[in-house]
């Protein structure tokens, strides 16, 4: 056992020849800067917080801390009493103790993450300002806490100095149990090194029995803040990836939807349009198969031409739904050309006109499938809508747009009757058409009257800023 001999005021230890105090409130420089700083994860548990590199910082802090108020003990100790019977048992025991401290450590660096959580892939792997667990902790964990709390208390009976240590010894505990055990067990080392410090003290010193429960409880609220405060980020994290899946979920549901509709009026503008077509040149030849053979073959013919390129279409559409009259490396002038000669028949002569030329880099791919998508669709209406004996296609390169006109000399329809939709997502005819100029950004204009022809022009800019543009019709 140490001297006697009275201990300094407001020292966390009681023996004279130790280190001198702090200051009456009990709290010391090396005690505060513990108590700022996260609990050591010793006990093994697997830390978890979104702190980050911050975190790591402070628990090497509280590491840094731990050894050098062990050493600085340690010196003390043997410059003081190093003569003493129980000089080689406070040496063994003091290493025993740093080396408890570096296997907890090591073990709860090394130890396997818990199944990932909602805001795992946010936060860091391991930090020290994580909150207590709340059920109990592995045995492993509770026999390294143990073996801590005894080596240390054996110490401190044998010399007094090494309350010192007590403080990231509470981070330990405080870190390694849930809350209410934590708390008895800082208490318990509260009134251990009390009543080692009075053991050794010749009169009874209020600074003794009130510095450690002051630093005690001043380590405890630090933690308890800093827990709550874990707590509190970890919940707004989890809040936040909630968020974050709930709008990526909701982008995919539309997006999904988008593409539904797109396609449907790929569908359309293709092989439904194709398969009318060839039904009413089929029912024609029909109707002139004995009185007008000839007519009749070259109603045959056309539509065994409309069905062949409908297959190459089909087959496109299903490569990498691209028109397939883009493909042949024309561009969107030769697509419009062989599209405008399909249409013609005897009964409906359809031409096409390009006015200037695409500047450097050319019109993006989908505005070619868009306009050429646009075209047919406006074909379509004039062939099986208007009866229109003439047809024209002009496109004209403009220096901040290009525009596409579709003007026939059939009946003529009210712009103001036409439904803004389609019904469902399966677009058809006009609605379709405003669909894909609004993808666009662009404009549409429908010009008509009943019984003087129709002109549908959709105006599409270079450099779309949004595709949002309301369509304008105009009688």
């Known amino acids: ?238 809040d936040l990836v909630r968020t974050r899946r709930e709008l990526a979920a909701t982008e995919r549901r539309e997006g999904t939807l988008a593409e539904r509709q797109r396609l449907a009026m790929e569908i359309h503008d293709t092989l439904a349009q194709s398969l009318s077509s060839q039904r009413m040149l089929l029912q024609a030849a029909e109707r002139v198969w004995e009185t007008d053979p000839e007519r009749a073959r070259a109603h045959v013919g056309t539509a065994a031409g409309i069905a062949e390129s409908s297959l190459a279409e089909a087959r496109r559409f299903v490569h990498d739904l691209a028109p397939a009259d883009l493909a042949g490396g024309g561009g969107l002038d030769a697509a419009l050309r062989g599209l405008a000669a399909r249409e013609s028949t005897a009964e409906r002569t359809v031409t096409c006109l390009i006015d200037g030329a695409p500047g450097t880099p050319g019109l993006p791919d989908r505005v070619q499938s868009a306009l050429l998508r646009i075209a047919q669709g406006a074909l379509a209406n004039v062939r099986e809508h208007s009866d229109a004996t003439r047809a024209a296609l002009t496109l004209t390169y403009l220096e901040d747009e290009v525009r596409l006109d579709i003007a026939d000399d059939g009946r003529g329809l009210d712009p103001a009757a036409l439904p803004e939709r389609a019904a469902g997502v399966r677009g058809h005819g006009l609605p379709a058409i405003r669909a894909r100029v609004r993808r666009l950004g662009g404009t549409l204009t429908v010009e008509s009257a009943p019984g003087d022809g129709t002109v549908v022009s959709a105006a599409v800019p270079l450099r779309p800023a949004a595709p949002s543009t309301p369509e304008s019709t105009a009688p």
Do not use: K, N
């Open 1 to 238: 056992m140490p001297s006697t001999s009275r201990p300094s005021p407001g020292v966390p230890h009681t023996a004279a020849e130790e280190a001198p105090g702090p200051p009456a409130g009990g709290a010391t420089p090396q005690s505060q800067a513990c108590g700022a700083t996260p609990p050591s994860p010793a006990g093994g548990q697997t830390p978890r917080s979104p702190a980050g590199a911050e975190a790591h910082r402070l628990a090497f802090v509280v590491h840094l801390a731990f050894f050098l108020l062990l050493g600085s003990a340690l010196a003390r100790y043997v410059q003081r009493h190093g003569d003493q019977p129980q000089e080689p048992a406070v040496l063994a025991l003091a290493g025993a103790l740093a080396a408890l401290y570096v296997i907890g450590r090591r073990t709860a660096a090394g130890a396997p993450l818990p199944p990932p959580t909602p805001p795992a892939d946010t936060a860091p792997a391991h930090d020290a300002t994580a909150p207590a667990p709340q059920g109990l902790p592995p045995l492993p964990a509770l026999l390294r806490l143990g073996a801590l709390v005894a080596v240390w208390a054996v110490l401190v009976a044998l010399a007094p100095s090494f309350a010192w240590c007590a403080v990231p010894l509470f981070y330990t505990a405080l870190r390694t149990l849930p809350t209410r055990a934590a708390y008895t067990l800082v208490a318990l080392f509260t009134v251990f090194v009390v009543v080692a410090q009075l053991r050794l003290a010749d009169r009874l010193d209020v600074d003794l029995v009130v510095g450690p429960p002051a630093v005690a409880v001043l380590a405890t609220a630090v933690f308890t803040h800093m827990d709550r405060q874990a707590a509190r980020q970890a919940a707004l994290i989890r």
